[in-house]
């Protein structure tokens, strides 16, 4: 069990504590400030000028699937970067896998024309 070890303890004890500052740091600030919203303050700034439009503008769809691509290749590279930093004691079959997955899953939006803005 992870919990047995003295390290398991140490970690369990490192994100209590992180849980502890988190929560601290986003409660304390609310007992010493003074909430007054007025007109003024929910008006949206734009450098000192007056507000000209909607702040609510249509932005093309391209800039969210960019987005989300660079979010699935930040997570996998979370994942890849212990793996090589460790590559010896790492087997094969899940290396193979995790490449084969993301293939199958390129290949599958390729085929759906969801890359066509690329």
Do not use: C, Q
């Not at 398991?8 to 209590?16: E, K």
């Not at 093309?60 to 970067?81: K, L, M, S, T």
């Amino acid at each position: 069990m992870l919990f047995d070890t003295i390290e398991g303890f140490a970690l369990l004890v490192f994100f209590a504590l992180a849980a502890v500052v988190g929560l601290i740091a986003e409660i304390i600030p609310n007992f010493f400030t003074k909430k007054r919203e007025t007109p003024e303050k929910l008006m949206p700034f734009e450098s000192g000028e007056d507000p000209v439009g909607t702040a609510r503008i249509r932005f093309r769809v391209h800039y969210y699937v960019f987005a989300v691509a660079f979010v699935v290749f930040d997570i996998i590279a979370a994942f890849a970067i212990p793996w090589a930093i460790s590559w010896n004691m790492v087997d094969w079959i899940p290396v193979i896998a995790l490449f084969l997955g993301m293939l199958v899953v390129v290949g599958y939006y390729a085929l759906k024309g969801e890359l066509e803005w690329v």
